[in-house]
């Protein structure tokens, strides 16, 4: 499989950095703190900006007082979080200005975690206070391409989750998603499949397009 593009736009979490770890346990003490189901909360969390995630588990909260005390607290710890094998290598082969990451997360927490592995942090990078509508709406990923310069069309995403890639399909952006949280069963509507970061390749040529090549 191979698809051409002129920019690529990274998710963050589940597809650079594996913190599934680190986001469970906040997320099961913000649940035993006001007595929620944590299966609940985690059945649609993925994808999702938190306080998004908070207005469908908890509409009786004060959810956007209660998503930025969640942010600080997640800011302040990287404990578990991990970089997923061929991220660094990947994000290095690159060009400086043809990517960006686009997370549900805020700037504070993705700029923690991608520091905290020694990650580079991109010139462009959408986060959670960018937006006004997170993923699966495709608001995300047409501001990234806004402000990369690059038409939608000419932008492919990669991501791990079905909210990113309805977000990506959405904005008329073709996906290639890694199979790293979810089974191939939940994937489907993704241009492309990768079992591993380390089955993507991308070759620049000299008009400034890029390559993208994934391994079977």
Known sequence: MQLDCAAILFDL???????????????????????????????????????ETMRLVAPHLAVEEEAQRFAEI?????????????????????PAGAWAIVTSGTRAVA???LSSQGLPVPS?????????????????YLVAANRLGVPAIHCVVVEDSPAGIA???????????????????????????????????????P?????IQVTP
Request: proline fraction near 2%; hydrophobic fraction near 50%.
């Open 74 to 94: 997640e800011a302040a710890d990287a404990e578990g979080v991990v970089t997923i094998s061929g991220a660094q290598s990947l994000l290095n082969s690159l």
């Open 111 to 113: 700029t923690a975690r």
């Open 167 to 205: 977000a990506a399909t959405a904005a008329g952006m073709l996906s290639l998603t890694v199979a790293f949280t979810h089974a191939h069963a939940y994937l489907g509507a993704a241009t492309a499949i990768a079992q591993r970061l380390e089955d993507i390749t991308v070759v620049g040529s």
């Open 207 to 211: 008009d400034g397009r890029l390559l």
């Open 13 to 51: 979490d589940g597809v650079l950095i594996d913190s599934a770890a680190c986001i469970t346990r906040h997320w099961r003490q913000w649940a035993e703190h006001h007595n929620l189901d944590l299966a609940e909360i985690m059945a649609v969390a993925h994808g999702r900006r938190t306080v």
């Open 124 to 140: 462009i990078m959408v986060t959670a206070e960018d937006v006004v509508n997170g993923k699966p709406d495709p608001e995300p």
